[in-house]
């Protein structure tokens, strides 16, 4: 059994992109979100709509 006593608050930030219109984020805008503090947590595609969800642990 695993207890976590961490009680870490994430604030979280959605980038939705229309593959129809814009590009995918590219190399250079994903390494200035991860400089940020932003992970990618999840992708979510709705063609020709994709979401990539991120997170961060919030000061």
């Not at 939705?16 to 250079?28: G, Q, T, W, Y």
């Amino acid at each position: 059994m695993v207890y976590v006593t961490d009680k870490s608050v994430w604030e979280y930030k959605l980038l939705s992109r229309n593959l129809s219109k814009e590009e995918a984020p590219n190399e250079e805008e994903l390494n200035k979100l991860g400089k940020e503090g932003w992970e990618l947590a999840g992708v979510f595609t709705d063609s020709p709509f994709v979401y990539f969800y991120f997170k961060r642990l919030k000061d």
